[in-house]
């Protein structure tokens, strides 16, 4: 028999490659959480650190001085024996009147030359560093004042060089220096600058008089001939002197509680602090703040006005963004219902339950975080039990949670998922506070807070 030649193929049986599959379940769940990556709302992570605030608040300040313009009994030319500044002692000589043009056509014809004396020139080095240490493009009156500062200086060596001169030419050229010497009706400061505010009171003071538009301070020293009852000098009387200046309403809570003041005179960059009132002026209603000085009179003899920062109290806390704080609800329940229970000292509330089956209630312990807590009650999460839930003491007493108040506070996200911290705010302003870091329940130090709160729901993993 003829032997059949067929063949017969049969089908290969197929394997389950495991490594395939692999790759396909990594490379979904690659993908998924690709697309939930950039889908999902991110939430933005705060470290909290520390934080201060300064709260000070400028103002301009009017100087104001038992001050007295003297005016001279004589007409001539004045030639000075004091500099601007001098303490000055009751009887004491301070200018004198020449009214003959003798020796001063003399002494404006003469050839000779002024030489400066080493005083005289260490002075006017002084006023030259004081003027380039002060100097600023924003407040040109600095250039004024050094203009002041060295006409004074000019003035006092050309006094001083008259008198010497008009004694030795009048010995040279029998001239005669029929000059009279004027002496002082009081002890006190002299100055040589008036500026027409001599003779406001503290009872006198309004705002208007805060408008520097059209001051100016008036130098009383002058080569040419001057008649009678002309200012010539004026003179401080005593060395108590006030800064006095309008209040607004904030500055007026702060300050009327205070007896003393820190501030910083910011023409020189003076810190320094003294007694403070409080009055309200009848003319124009308005609250004035007096600062009293028995000090540093000879620094500002020159200035009426005085821009001065007043320092209130420093806060210091924990900064956080204002993005990051937020409201919860809370019940508030009475401290008595807290107690301990369970297998731990953690606090708790005990609470019933109604059994459906039984008709029966129960009594079920509940672990609770006090959120903030007064003299009255602690505050706890509304979250954990249903409006209207009974609880009890273990007395026996009854309480039904249906009483709620809100707490600020932040999402604290250190363990991976967010819990709100209540925070106590002690400053604010508009982009950022500064709370207080000793709060119960509250923030540490370094603890990562959500930025943005609207973006975090509560308990829910962030990472």
Known sequence: MRRSRRVVK???????NIGITIFLIL?????INIYIYFTKEHISIYEVHEGYNTTNSRVTGLVL???QLVYTQKAGYIYYFLKEGSRVAKNSSV?????STNIMDYITESDDILMLSRDNSKQFQYEIKKFYSQYSDYDFSYVYDFKFDVESTLFDMLNQTMI????????DTGFQYSYEVFKSDFSGIISYYKDNCETITKESVTKDIFDKKDYKNIPLRTSDMVSVNTPVYKIIKSETWSIIFPLTDEQYDKLQVMDWVDFTILNDDFSTSAPINIFKNQTDSTYYAEIIMDKHLSNYLNNRFLDIELHFDNIYGL???LSALTTKDFYLVPLSYFTEGGNSNE????KEQYDKDTGDVKLIFVNVDIYYQDDMFGYVDTNQFAPNTWIRTTDGDRYQLSMTDKLTGVYNVNMGYAVFKRVEIIYQNESYCIVDKNTSYGLSLYDHIALDA?????QKIIY
Do not use: C, M, W
């Open 164 to 171: 010497e001169k008009g004694i030795q030419i009048g010995e």
């Open 454 to 458: 609207n973006t975090v729901v509560e």
């Open 319 to 321: 900064k956080i963004p």
């Open 27 to 31: 490379f979904i769940y690659i993908a």
């Open 65 to 67: 001085r038992d001050e």
């Open 10 to 16: 049969f089908r290969r049986r197929k394997t389950f």
């Open 95 to 99: 200018y004198s009147v020449d009214d």
């Open 347 to 350: 606090k708790g509330l005990i």
